[in-house]
């Protein structure tokens, strides 16, 4: 799962956590659960940009004109 | 029949002219000629003819000052105003609000019954811009795939945003069927999945804009479902196409700067989230570690071991306490047993004694009468200080 979710995946779900944590009433085993969970997730979307390269799709538009 | 002055009769004309909608707001085709600016008011002054006729124009310095071109002599235009009368001179003449040049004057008065049209319909309304989304996964680009705009869109976009996808659609920005080709080139970006559309062209003012000032492009901008961007780059007007989208940019590489964030943001949003889920983590870890202090605290004051302390110091008080009871009681008892002695010393018969009487005692008992005692009987006389055994040898 972690290598099918976009940097907008993770970094969504690491901004869940962190509201999560910063809500605050959460037993620690949780909250020690969701850091671990934020750390990795912010470490994937580094990784992310660091290897991103703008994906670029050609559409010829109208020269096939059928669609 | 009644004697009038001139001036009533131009004052008349003046108002039949101004009531007549024919001639108000009307839009006048002919060529300049006489074209003067006055020097000191401003005021600007000509003739406008057409093959067969002429008629004086005035355009006031207020206006004219807002003209982006300066006509001249053999120009041919459209010029928009109203006719009315010069009453000094009793002479009708054109006071004009605008001049277009007849290159595009004739599109350009076209185009500014469109964009009334449009305007009126709604299509501009700011109410209907849309925000552009914060994190596009999908921009679309709807211009020449071999023009130079797709190519500054790609540049700007990998350079900042290449974490996203690029959707270009070929589309034919001038030429017949050119604002056709725009409008199936965002259909078919919108059917794509985009969330942004960049439309436009590249090349500036002296392009060919036609294609992006129809209404249909206008419509297909208004009802895209996602937020469209365009990037017609024109310095002075704005296309429909500008005024339709949700954000006009001025170039198509602005266009693309604004369709997405800097890379460089998202790395510190990242910085910021991770910063904020530390914070968060220990700010739980501190209040559990508080609660565990005062948990253990309390745990601490009920322990066997803390029980058996308080035991023992409230052994050792009651041990301190019932010394001292003990130690005064014994001194009590000490003071009363000196008392009682001193008392009983001072009424013991040995006291007596010592003044001079003495104890007589026969077989150990003592004697207080003589009337027991026989001749011959054996007594013992206690004197105090000591004694004497004697023998009884009268009585009486």
């Not at chain 2, 004739?106 to 185009?111: H, I, Q, R, V």
């Not at chain 2, 369709?259 to 220990?282: F, G, H, N, Q, V």
Request: with cysteine.
């Amino acid at each position: 799962m972690k290598g099918k979710a976009t940097f907008e995946d993770n970094i969504t779900r690491l901004g869940q956590i962190v509201s999560e944590l910063e809500k605050g009433d959460i037993a620690l085993e949780k909250a020690v659960e969701l850091y671990g969970e934020g750390v990795k997730l912010s470490a994937a979307c580094r990784e992310q940009l660091d290897n991103a390269s703008l994906k670029i799709t050609e559409d010829s538009g109208n020269a096939t004109s059928e669609e | 029949m009644p004697v009038i002055t001139v001036t009533q009769i131009n004052k008349y004309i003046a108002s039949i002219l101004k009531n007549d909608r024919n001639i108000q707001g009307i839009m006048v085709r002919g060529e300049i000629s006489d074209y003067v600016r006055h020097f000191r008011s401003g005021h600007v002054y000509f003739t406008l003819k057409d093959s067969e006729s002429a008629v004086k124009a005035v355009m006031f310095a207020s206006t004219a000052s807002r003209l982006r071109f300066e006509p001249e002599d053999g120009m041919a235009v459209i010029v928009s105003g109203s006719i009315g009368v010069y009453e000094r001179d009793g002479a009708y003449q054109l006071y004009v609000n605008d001049i277009i040049p007849e290159g595009a004057g004739k599109a350009g008065a076209a185009l500014e019954q469109l964009k009334k049209k449009l305007q009126k319909e709604g299509i501009f309304d700011t109410a209907h811009k849309r925000p552009i989304p914060p994190m596009p996964k999908k921009i679309g680009a709807v211009t020449s795939l071999s023009g130079a705009a797709v190519r500054d869109i790609i540049n700007v976009l990998s350079r900042r945003y290449p974490i996203g996808e690029l959707y270009a659609v070929n589309a034919q920005v001038q030429g017949e069927g050119a604002s056709e080709s725009v409008c199936k080139g965002i259909l078919k970006a919108e059917a794509a999945g985009c969330d942004v559309i960049i439309v436009g062209r590249g090349g500036g003012s002296s392009e060919d804009l036609s294609a992006f000032n129809t209404e249909k492009v206008a419509y297909a901008i208004y009802n895209c479902k996602v937020p469209v961007i365009s990037a017609v780059g024109h310095e002075t007007d704005f296309t429909v196409a500008d005024l339709a989208a949700d954000l006009r940019a001025p170039t198509p590489s602005a266009a693309a700067e604004l369709s997405a964030p800097d890379i460089t943001l998202l790395y510190e949003k990242i910085s910021i989230l991770d910063k904020r889920a530390e914070k968060a983590a220990l700010a739980i870890l501190d209040r559990c570690t508080e609660r565990f202090i005062a948990m253990n605290a309390k745990l601490a004051v009920q322990s066997p071991e803390n029980r058996l302390k308080l035991t023992g110091e409230r052994l050792t008080a009651l041990d301190r306490r019932r010394e001292t009871a003990f130690l005064r009681y014994m001194d009590r008892l000490e003071r009363q047993l000196a008392e009682k002695a001193a008392r009983l010393d001072s009424l013991s018969p040995l006291k007596v004694l010592s003044r001079g009487y003495s104890l007589v005692y026969k077989d150990n008992k003592l004697l207080n009468s003589s009337e027991k005692l026989k001749k011959g009987d054996r007594i013992t006389v206690n004197f105090g200080n000591g004694g004497a055994e004697a023998e009884i040898t009268e009585k009486w």
